[in-house]
Nanobody, 124 residues
Framework: QVQLVESGGGLVQAGGSLKLSCTAS????????MGWFRQAPGKEREFVAR????????LYAEPVKGRFTISRDNAKYTVYLQMTSLKPQDTAVYYC?????????????????WGQGTQVTVSS
């Protein structure tokens, strides 16, 4: 089992920045690729970004490319999501997730463990 706890969410004005953190406990963090997903009210959960086990490769959803950056610190068992140039449509609950498979995927159903989420609200 891997336990994931997100932090760093909050209220920010459009154009602002936030940095989310997700800290893991349990099994060896570097055994898992990590992803960020988000879910807005009334919408399905959607992929945001993914980082490989050692951080050598990343994958981003089109709406966040160039604005969000995913990174990880395996020594701290933490994955980050730096969000810049935030837009009201970025408002959602953001979740981190762990995937034991090395095959890169945007499919939420293939991730093994999930955090509880952190709310991000962007005001216009």
């Amino acid at each position: 089992q891997v336990q994931l706890v997100e932090s760093g969410g909050g209220l920010v004005q459009a154009g602002g920045s936030l940095k989310l953190s997700c800290t893991a406990s349990g099994r060896t963090f570097s055994n898992y690729a990590m992803g960020w997903f988000r879910q807005a009210p009334g919408k399905e959960r959607e992929f945001v970004a993914r980082i490989s086990k050692m951080g050598s490769s990343t994958l981003y959803a089109e709406p966040v490319k160039g604005r969000f950056t995913i990174s990880r610190d395996n020594a701290k068992y933490t994955v980050y999501l730096q969000m810049t140039s935030l837009k009201p449509q970025d408002t959602a609950v953001y979740y981190c997730a762990a995937d034991q498979s090395p095959i890169s995927t945007m499919n939420a159903r293939l991730y093994d463990f999930w955090g509880q989420g952190t709310q991000v609200t962007v005001s216009s």
